[in-house]
């Protein structure tokens, strides 16, 4: 069966960190560029960090810069996002997704082009920034 597992949200303080992961089982990360995206509450669906398949270019969302980061270890078939300095703002249930878009800011910007076929989702974990 093919998955792709999140874990690693939580509830953390404003200023704190979170480690996220995106497993997948089934199949093989490496030939897929790798898209972390969130959902807050009475909010679309937005793109957080993109990483490509290939030589590992990466895109990150203006309110996270500086503050993310995105890499992946094919080895273990595993996508990481590392947040630091949380903020309230952050809150959200985070999703991956992968894909094989024409760059990573295309699957970042415009994933809700893609059609259902071109992008396969994980379930998600919920991160909560509070004090």
């Known amino acids: 069966q093919l998955q792709l597992v999140e874990s690693g949200g939580g509830l953390v303080q404003p200023g704190g960190s979170l480690r996220l992961s995106c497993a997948a089982s089934?199949?093989?990360?490496?030939?897929?560029?790798i898209g972390w995206f969130r959902e807050a509450p009475g909010k679309e669906r937005e793109g957080v960090s993109c990483?490509?398949?290939?030589?590992?270019?990466?895109y990150y969302a203006d309110s996270v810069k500086g503050r993310f980061t995105i890499s992946r270890d094919n080895a273990k078939n595993t996508v990481y996002l590392q947040m630091n300095s949380l903020k309230p703002e952050d809150t959200a249930d985070y999703y991956c997704a992968a894909s094989e878009p024409e760059t990573v800011q295309a699957m970042c910007e415009m994933f809700t082009d893609l059609r259902p076929w071109e992008i396969f989702w994980g379930q998600g974990t919920q991160v909560t920034v509070s004090s």
């Open positions: 089934g199949f093989t990360l490496d030939y897929y560029a």
């Open positions: 990483i490509s398949s290939r030589n590992g270019s990466t």
